[in-house]
């Protein structure tokens, strides 16, 4: 018989979301949230992004990157400018207050993952990133 608790599935869903939510945590407490922390990651390491693009990197619908945009557009962090190659799309791209503001935050994601991986050696670290990718696989 089916024994939902002990499902790959559900497991790695329940237990993302306690990491998800642990790093959240600690983000709330210096004023951004952690999907916000990711689009500034992305920001950062592109310099530029459409939001289809932003869209595609955070794994979710570009109708939700418009609200998140405009939130951190409104918190004075990103704005967006037109796409020199588009007009209809527009890149997003750091303002002075987001990049200083990243600086100061850009480091929790080392500190996250240090916490998450206490304890791992490289070695079991290794297999587990393996053994997602061909859980992934499978069902590909």
């Known amino acids: 018989m089916f024994d939902l608790e002990n499902c790959i599935g559900f497991l790695t869903n329940v237990q993302a979301k ?4 642990a790093f959240n ?14 689009a500034l990651y992305y920001l950062d390491r592109y310099e530029s992004l459409s939001q289809m693009e932003l869209a595609e990197k955070l794994n979710i619908k570009p109708s ?12 004075g ?10 007009r209809r799309a527009y890149n997003l791209i750091f303002t002075d207050k987001g990049r200083e503001f990243w600086d100061t935050i850009k480091g929790e994601g080392e500190i996250m993952g240090d916490i998450f991986t206490k304890d791992i050696s490289p070695e079991e670290l290794n297999v587990f990133i393996n053994v997602l990718e061909k859980m992934v696989e499978n069902i590909k």
């Open 64 to 75: 939700s990157v418009v609200r998140l945009m405009d939130r951190m557009e409104r918190d």
């Open 77 to 86: 962090l990103v704005e967006r400018v037109k796409n020199p190659e588009d």
């Open 18 to 21: 306690k990491l998800a939510e």
């Open 25 to 38: 945590n600690r983000l709330m407490d210096k004023g951004i949230t952690r999907v916000q922390w990711i």
